[in-house]
C-alpha cells in the first residue's frame, strides 16, 4: 500500500436529473468509477477522497464546485489529484492554484483518438501527469511537453465473475447503439446471425450492472465492436474485452492492432476482421461448443492472472512515485501550449452558454451568470451569452419567450451569415 493521501474526482450518471433534462448540457455518463477506479484506489492508497464533480456542478455550478475541490485541497492536503475529463466543468485556474498548494495533479482522457487536438492537449499545461486510453498518442503529449503514461481501463475481478448460469443466448452484443452499431448488427442478421442487444438505443434499452454480467455469462458468444464514433476515427480498445472474460464469457471482438499484447487470438479470445469474417465464426463456434468453451476458460485464466484494474493502477502509481524521485532535484519545465485558438475557446464558452442557458430557465441567477460570463470571457464575441446575461435581469415570467426570440433572431443572423460567406467565396474564386 502506497502511505499517501488521493483525491479522486469521480463522476456519476446525472442523465436523469430536471436541469439536464431541460436543456442541452450532457450529464450522462456510462462508466462505474466506484467499481472500476475507487475500489482498487482503496486498496493501493491509505487514503482515498472522493468527491463527485459532475453531481455537484449540476446542483452546485460552476464557481462553486471549482471552490469546493480547493477547499478540500486546503484542508486534507492530498498528495495526488487525479482527475478523471469529462469537457469543461474545472477550470484551468482550480488546477493552477491545486499545483501551487503541492499535490500533483493526474488526469485522465479516454478518446484521444477523436479528441487529442480539439480538447486532451490543451489540458497538458495544467497537469503534471496524464493517462491516456491511446497509445499513438503518448508521442503527440510528450512533444507539448507533457509527461503521458499509456493507461488501459481494466475490470475489477471481484464484481466481473463467473455466474452459475446456463447459456440462453447464441450472441449478445452490450452496448449503446451509436456510430455504426446498427448497421452491424443489421448486417450480422441479414447474414443469419441470431444476434440479442442490449444498452441504450436498442429494444432493450438500458440494462443495469448486474444484468450486464448476467448476460455475459448467459451469452454463448459475446461480440465486440471497437469503433465508437463510426470509420472515420481509429477503433478504440476497450475494457469491455476484459469484462467479458472475467466473466469467463467468449469473446468475439473486432480485431484491433495492439490486442496480440493483451490475448492470444484463436486460443484466448477470437478476432473478426470482416462482417464476413464475424458471420462465419459465430456458426463455427456455435457448432463447436468443446473449443469455444476452451478459449472462453482461457481468456477468463490470463484476464484474472494479468488484467484487473487493481494491477494496472499499482503499476501505474509505482511508476509516478518514481518519476517524483528522479525530478526532485531537477528544474522542471513545462513549456506552455500557444494561446488557444479561437476555435477551441469557443468549445469553452459554448459549454458554459448551454449551463448559462439552461440555469437561466431554472430561475438560478448566480449560477447562470457565473456560466455566462464564464462563457463570454472564453469568447468575448459570444453577443447571445451577452443578450442572455441582460435577460437575466428580466422577471422570470418573461423570460422564457426573451430567450426564445434571442436564440430566433441569432440562428437567423448565423443562417444570414453563412449565405453571405458563401456567395463571397463564389465570387471570389
Request: hydrophobic fraction near 35%.
Amino acid at each position: 500500500m502506497i502511505n499517501r493521501t488521493i483525491l479522486f474526482l469521480t463522476v456519476s450518471d446525472c442523465s436523469n436529473d430536471p436541469i439536464v433534462n431541460r436543456g442541452d448540457v450532457d450529464g450522462r455518463v456510462n462508466h462505474n468509477f466506484e467499481i472500476s477506479t475507487i475500489d482498487p484506489l482503496k486498496k493501493i492508497f491509505s487514503n482515498v477522497i472522493v468527491y463527485d464533480y459532475l453531481k455537484r456542478y449540476v446542483e452546485v455550478g460552476v464557481k462553486r464546485t471549482n471552490q469546493e475541490i480547493l477547499d478540500i485541497v486546503n484542508q486534507k492536503k492530498p498528495d495526488y489529484v487525479f482527475w478523471p475529463s469529462m469537457t469543461y466543468e474545472i477550470l484551468e485556474s482550480t488546477f493552477d492554484k491545486i499545483r501551487l498548494q503541492g499535490p500533483k495533479v493526474i488526469g485522465w482522457f479516454f478518446d484521444d483518438e477523436i479528441r487529442f487536438d480539439d480538447y486532451s492537449k490543451w489540458w497538458i499545461p495544467y497537469l503534471d501527469y496524464i493517462l491516456t486510453t491511446d497509445k499513438e498518442s503518448i508521442k503527440k503529449y510528450q512533444m507539448f511537453g507533457g509527461t503521458a503514461i499509456y493507461s488501459l481501463n481494466f475490470s475489477n475481478s471481484e464484481y466481473f465473475k463467473k455466474l452459475d448460469t446456463k447459456k440462453i443466448y447464441d450472441v449478445s452484443f452490450v452496448g449503446t447503439n451509436l456510430a455504426n452499431r446498427q448497421e452491424l448488427i443489421n448486417s450480422l442478421m441479414d447474414r443469419g446471425v441470431n444476434i440479442k442487444t442490449f444498452g441504450r438505443g436498442w429494444s432493450s434499452n438500458y440494462v443495469s450492472f448486474d444484468e450486464m454480467i448476467k448476460i455475459y455469462n448467459q451469452s454463448k458468444i459475446n461480440i465486440s465492436f471497437m469503433q465508437s464514433y463510426g470509420n472515420s476515427t481509429r477503433p478504440q480498445m476497450k475494457c469491455k474485452i476484459f469484462d467479458i472474460c472475467l466473466c469467463g464469457g467468449f469473446l468475439l471482438c473486432e480485431y484491433i492492432p495492439g490486442i496480440e499484447e493483451y490475448y492470444e487470438i484463436g486460443k484466448e479470445i477470437e478476432c473478426f476482421n470482416s462482417l464476413e469474417d464475424a458471420s462465419y465464426k459465430i456458426q463455427y463456434y456455435l457448432n463447436h461448443e468443446e473449443e469455444r468453451e476452451t478459449i472462453a476458460d482461457a481468456g477468463w485464466k490470463r484476464a484474472t492472472s494479468n488484467h484487473t484494474n487493481f494491477f494496472s493502477f499499482l503499476k501505474i502509481f509505482q511508476e509516478i512515485e518514481k518519476d517524483i524521485v528522479i525530478k526532485k532535484d531537477k528544474e522542471i519545465i513545462n513549456s506552455r501550449l500557444s494561446e488557444m485558438s479561437k476555435h477551441i475557446r469557443k468549445m469553452h464558452s459554448q459549454f458554459h452558454f448551454h449551463w448559462g442557458k439552461v440555469h437561466l430557465m431554472e430561475n438560478h441567477k448566480k449560477l447562470s451568470r457565473d456560466e455566462l460570463a464564464l462563457s463570454i470571457y472564453y469568447n468575448p464575441c459570444n453577443f447571445e451569452a451577452m443578450c442572455l446575461y441582460v435577460i437575466g435581469y428580466f422577471p422570470h415570467s418573461v423570460r422564457p419567450l426573451s430567450i426564445r426570440t434571442s436564440a430566433t433572431i441569432f440562428a437567423m443572423f448565423t443562417k444570414t451569415k453563412l449565405i453571405v460567406l458563401s456567395v463571397f467565396h463564389r465570387v471570389c474564386r
